[in-house]
């Protein structure tokens, strides 16, 4: 099920009147929909989560909302949905020194470079908005798309916290950039495309007898590719360990300082979206995708969501799990993890990959 | 160079090690909880040991209590109140009418219909315990711990919580009390 599959589908349906041009707007704004109540619903269900996570290995119990006065349900599950009607009701101030344009657009930019990266991800065998030759390519790209948004917002709000977060969320999303890539790379040499279902296809079976053939699992060098993928898409999310761009106790919440209410929300939002975004590139290109680990078990256009989106979910658990067990780098370690070891740990396996291919194939 | 990968070693050791750490506590947190959902559940109250008997603090001042079947309605607390917390409203009682006596032996004369105490006013300078001649006044705890516990949260969800409300009759009552019944009623009523 893709964009241009919904538009025959719309053509060949009572709605034929709109024609091909009415169709593909009407193609888009569903899918544009479906997509922003995927990001929604995995942003609300994700901060319930990592309040829970992040409590419970602290030793606290997080959000509980039983009791007289506070209704946030059982458990306090509602809680992320009290929050986020409380930033939507939430007063909107644009400072006066603002560079009142830019600050009104840059948390849509930061949105949009998390948002129209989902519609290459491969969600099923079927199942993919868009499925075009360079989709791992075309993520990355409009991936770092978001960094432009970023600098905007840390500019526009005339503040030195806030340009400080901005150059430094600059320079450490476009050092950790180059080891992703280049491991993602010693995968799409392996594939010979980058298409994301072709990467997914490439990984089905099994291997050394029991396990799934997941590029993870495919070659020691590829095994070690997904760890440096996976810092560096940590990284480039800004979460922490590698959040100095908004270090709290330094620059008091980095680039998105000024804003508050539903502006703050655009960059909440889009922040999850791109945890989910690497996540799905990991899975894509290192965990077999929507492929299921029992071999032909649990396969199929259907359980391939399910694997898919499990998978998805699993990283995104890690990624917490990460977030609240270790503290945050110097700026200056932050640049040498990224130059001083992924990077050349990146171009060896890069190499290694390529001898193992020579000697193997 | 073996600096180099002894260094990366130790970081993936290290990084181990504290992820490690957590998970443990993520899936313990029944064992390790050290949160208490407050108004559900409450620490056990420690048995203190301070040297000397409660009774032998001079007073504590906790909270103002009243033995409201002591009183007489005599209102020389509401005199003594500096702040003007105590409300009180009294019935006379028809002569022949019996309510009781308190435990000084005194006769009750007047119905006490509402005793209010507004501790959210009160100033706790313990005035209107001294002119009162039944002794049903009281601060809680201390000396007076043998009467009355003290209320140690003593918090409550809405600020009209604070008024406490001692008096405990009821409007039957007073009806009954106050206007005694002719014996011609009483059978119709029967």
């Given at each position: 099920m893709t964009i241009s599959w919904l538009i025959d589908w719309v053509n060949n349906s009572w709605l034929g009147f709109l024609g091909v041009p009415g169709a593909f707007i009407l193609a888009i704004i569903v899918s544009g929909l479906a997509i922003f109540g995927l990001v929604a619903v995995h942003a609300i269900v994700a901060v319930y989560v990592e309040r829970k996570v992040s409590a419970f290995m602290q030793d606290r119990i997080g959000p509980m909302g039983q009791g007289p006065g506070l209704h946030a349900g059982k458990w306090g599950v509602l809680q992320t949905v009290a929050d986020a009607l409380k930033l939507l009701v939430k007063e909107d101030i644009i400072p006066a020194a603002a560079d009142r344009k830019l600050f009104i657009m840059a948390p849509f930019i930061l949105f949009l470079g998390a948002f129209i990266g989902f519609i290459a991800l491969p969600f099923s065998e079927t199942l993919s908005l868009a499925n075009f030759n360079v989709g791992l390519f075309y993520i990355l790209a409009v991936s770092s798309f978001g960094i432009v948004g970023l600098i905007l917002a840390g500019w526009a709000s005339n503040n030195k916290w806030s340009l400080y977060g901005a150059m430094r969320s600059a320079a450490q999303i476009i050092s950790y950039e180059i080891p992703a890539a280049i491991s993602l790379i010693a995968v799409v040499m392996l594939v010979g495309s980058l298409n994301m279902q072709d990467i997914t296809r490439a990984q089905t079976g099994i291997v050394l007898g029991f396990l799934p053939n997941w590029f993870i699992f495919q070659n020691p060098f590829t095994f070690l590719a997904f760890f440096i993928y996976f810092i560096a898409g940590v990284a480039e999310t800004n979460r922490t360990p590698f959040d100095i761009p908004e270090a709290e106790s330094e620059l008091v919440a980095g680039f998105h300082t000024e804003y508050s209410g539903m502006r703050w929300a655009f960059f909440f939002l889009s922040e999850y979206a791109n945890m989910f975004i690497v996540c799905a590139i990991a899975t894509v290109v290192f965990l077999g995708g929507w492929q299921s680990p029992f071999g032909e078990f649990l396969a199929g256009p259907?359980?391939?969501?399910?694997?898919?989106?499990?998978?998805?979910?699993?990283?995104?658990?890690?990624?917490?799990?990460?977030?609240?067990?270790?503290?945050?780098?110097?700026?200056?370690?932050?640049?040498?993890?990224?130059?001083?070891?992924?990077?050349?740990?990146?171009?060896?396996?890069?190499?290694?990959?390529?001898?193992?291919?020579l000697l193997s194939g | 160079m073996i600096h180099y990968f002894k260094n990366i070693f130790e970081t993936v050791?290290?990084?181990?090690?504290?992820?490690?750490?957590t998970f443990v506590h993520l899936l313990r947190i029944r064992k390790n909880n050290v949160t208490l959902q407050y108004p559900e559940e409450r620490w056990p109250q420690p048995q203190r040991n301070i040297g000397f008997e409660h009774n032998s603090y001079n007073v504590i001042r906790s909270r103002l209590e009243v033995d409201i079947e002591d009183c007489t309605g005599?209102?020389?607390?509401?005199?003594?109140?500096?702040?003007?917390?105590?409300?009180?409203?009294?019935?006379?009682?028809?002569?022949?009418?019996?309510?009781?006596?308190?435990?000084?032996?005194?006769?009750?004369?007047?119905?006490?219909?509402?005793?209010?105490?507004?501790?959210?006013?009160?100033?706790f300078c313990n005035l209107c315990t001294y002119p009162c001649p039944e002794d049903c006044i009281y601060m809680t705890g201390g000396p007076n711990s043998k009467k009355h516990p003290i209320d140690y949260e003593y918090s409550t969800y809405d600020r009209s919580d604070l008024i406490f409300r001692f008096a405990n009759v009821t409007e039957e009552q007073i009806e009954r009390i106050t206007k005694p019944a002719q014996p011609g009623e009483q059978t119709n009523n029967g």
């Amino acid at each position: 099920m893709t964009i241009s599959w919904l538009i025959d589908w719309v053509n060949n349906s009572w709605l034929g009147f709109l024609g091909v041009p009415g169709a593909f707007i009407l193609a888009i704004i569903v899918s544009g929909l479906a997509i922003f109540g995927l990001v929604a619903v995995h942003a609300i269900v994700a901060v319930y989560v990592e309040r829970k996570v992040s409590a419970f290995m602290q030793d606290r119990i997080g959000p509980m909302g039983q009791g007289p006065g506070l209704h946030a349900g059982k458990w306090g599950v509602l809680q992320t949905v009290a929050d986020a009607l409380k930033l939507l009701v939430k007063e909107d101030i644009i400072p006066a020194a603002a560079d009142r344009k830019l600050f009104i657009m840059a948390p849509f930019i930061l949105f949009l470079g998390a948002f129209i990266g989902f519609i290459a991800l491969p969600f099923s065998e079927t199942l993919s908005l868009a499925n075009f030759n360079v989709g791992l390519f075309y993520i990355l790209a409009v991936s770092s798309f978001g960094i432009v948004g970023l600098i905007l917002a840390g500019w526009a709000s005339n503040n030195k916290w806030s340009l400080y977060g901005a150059m430094r969320s600059a320079a450490q999303i476009i050092s950790y950039e180059i080891p992703a890539a280049i491991s993602l790379i010693a995968v799409v040499m392996l594939v010979g495309s980058l298409n994301m279902q072709d990467i997914t296809r490439a990984q089905t079976g099994i291997v050394l007898g029991f396990l799934p053939n997941w590029f993870i699992f495919q070659n020691p060098f590829t095994f070690l590719a997904f760890f440096i993928y996976f810092i560096a898409g940590v990284a480039e999310t800004n979460r922490t360990p590698f959040d100095i761009p908004e270090a709290e106790s330094e620059l008091v919440a980095g680039f998105h300082t000024e804003y508050s209410g539903m502006r703050w929300a655009f960059f909440f939002l889009s922040e999850y979206a791109n945890m989910f975004i690497v996540c799905a590139i990991a899975t894509v290109v290192f965990l077999g995708g929507w492929q299921s680990p029992f071999g032909e078990f649990l396969a199929g256009p259907y359980w391939g969501l399910l694997w898919f989106m499990g998978k998805i979910i699993f990283l995104v658990l890690v990624m917490m799990w990460f977030r609240w067990t270790f503290p945050r780098l110097r700026v200056d370690q932050l640049m040498s993890v990224s130059w001083k070891f992924l990077l050349p740990i990146s171009f060896f396996n890069l190499f290694g990959v390529g001898i193992w291919e020579l000697l193997s194939g | 160079m073996i600096h180099y990968f002894k260094n990366i070693f130790e970081t993936v050791t290290t990084l181990l090690q504290g992820l490690g750490i957590t998970f443990v506590h993520l899936l313990r947190i029944r064992k390790n909880n050290v949160t208490l959902q407050y108004p559900e559940e409450r620490w056990p109250q420690p048995q203190r040991n301070i040297g000397f008997e409660h009774n032998s603090y001079n007073v504590i001042r906790s909270r103002l209590e009243v033995d409201i079947e002591d009183c007489t309605g005599c209102m020389q607390c509401v005199r003594a109140c500096p702040v003007d917390c105590i409300k009180i409203d009294t019935v006379k009682v028809p002569k022949d009418t019996d309510i009781g006596t308190t435990s000084n032996d005194t006769k009750k004369r007047l119905l006490v219909t509402r005793f209010d105490i507004d501790m959210s006013e009160c100033c706790f300078c313990n005035l209107c315990t001294y002119p009162c001649p039944e002794d049903c006044i009281y601060m809680t705890g201390g000396p007076n711990s043998k009467k009355h516990p003290i209320d140690y949260e003593y918090s409550t969800y809405d600020r009209s919580d604070l008024i406490f409300r001692f008096a405990n009759v009821t409007e039957e009552q007073i009806e009954r009390i106050t206007k005694p019944a002719q014996p011609g009623e009483q059978t119709n009523n029967g």
